[in-house]
């Protein structure tokens, strides 16, 4: 069967955002007497969501502080900042633009308040049908709910259905919802990460041609 539904993973995929979470983090931590992190740090850490997230910078950084209150001061500041240094891709919203016969979602592991925001503040949102974000459904990626979610919402089954991502938590949660999966390679997580993925493109503008020739 052909491709009705494509799922696309936001941060590391659609949009690079790892300079406006980089800072984001670094004012949070700022009160701690931590050294700064760097955006490559940064992109280590990301895409299990802000809770995880400050988990992770507290483990790393030895840093005796409230995950909670961490949450908070890095929702604050990222939440005035968003889309400061945060850039679309190349060729992301021409593929877009080309998809418009597929229904098309984003699942993300950042908050759904957050990614909307994002994809309309960068001019996304507008070809889009769904937006998930991590705390829409119970589960987040790697788990395939949300993805089963999207799928009931826009009317696709599982051999209609494909994730496009940067991550092996994408890969996981497709492959778990029994989809199609393509990695890009120029997102956050390194190429041996994205090894289990049925197609892997270096562009977003590749997708074309993997749905035209490759999942009729």
């Given at each position: 069967?052909?491709?009705?539904?494509?799922?696309?993973?936001?941060?590391?995929?659609?949009?690079?955002?790892?300079?406006?979470?980089?800072?984001?983090?670094?004012?949070?931590?700022?009160?701690?007497?931590?050294?700064?992190?760097?955006?490559?740090?940064?992109?280590?850490?990301?895409?299990?969501?802000?809770?995880?997230?400050?988990?992770?910078?507290?483990?790393?950084e030895g840093i005796s502080a409230d995950r909670d209150e961490l949450t908070e001061?890095?929702?604050?500041?990222?939440?005035?900042?968003?889309?400061?240094?945060?850039?679309?891709?190349?060729?992301?919203?021409?593929?877009?633009?080309?998809?418009?016969?597929?229904?098309?979602?984003?699942?993300?592991?950042?908050r759904e308040v957050l990614s909307i925001r994002t994809l309309d503040e960068l001019?996304?949102?507008?070809?889009?049908?769904?937006?998930?974000?991590?705390?829409?459904?119970?589960?987040?990626?790697?788990?395939?709910?949300?993805?089963?979610?999207?799928?009931?919402?826009?009317?696709?089954?599982?051999?209609?259905?494909?994730?496009?991502?940067?991550?092996?938590?994408?890969?996981?949660?497709?492959?778990?919802?029994?989809?199609?999966?393509?990695?890009?390679?120029?997102?956050?997580?390194?190429?041996?990460?994205?090894?289990?993925?049925?197609?892997?493109?270096?562009?977003?503008?590749?997708?074309?041609?993997?749905?035209r020739r490759r999942l009729k």
């Amino acid at each position: 069967m052909s491709i009705k539904l494509i799922i696309f993973d936001l941060d590391g995929t659609l949009v690079d955002s790892s300079i406006d979470i980089c800072n984001a983090i670094n004012y949070a931590i700022k009160p701690y007497g931590v050294q700064p992190i760097t955006v490559q740090e940064t992109i280590s850490l990301v895409g299990e969501g802000i809770t995880r997230l400050m988990e992770k910078v507290i483990e790393r950084e030895g840093i005796s502080a409230d995950r909670d209150e961490l949450t908070e001061r890095f929702l604050k500041y990222y939440s005035s900042h968003l889309i400061d240094n945060t850039t679309v891709y190349p060729g992301v919203i021409e593929t877009l633009k080309k998809l418009n016969n597929h229904k098309k979602a984003v699942i993300s592991n950042k908050r759904e308040v957050l990614s909307i925001r994002t994809l309309d503040e960068l001019g996304i949102l507008e070809y889009l049908d769904l937006v998930v974000g991590s705390d829409t459904m119970a589960e987040r990626k790697p788990s395939p709910v949300p993805l089963q979610y999207a799928m009931e919402k826009l009317g696709a089954a599982p051999d209609e259905t494909v994730i496009v991502g940067d991550s092996n938590f994408d890969i996981e949660a497709g492959k778990a919802a029994g989809i199609k999966t393509v990695a890009v390679t120029y997102g956050y997580r390194p190429l041996d990460l994205l090894k289990g993925a049925d197609f892997i493109i270096d562009r977003m503008d590749a997708l074309i041609d993997i749905l035209r020739r490759r999942l009729k």
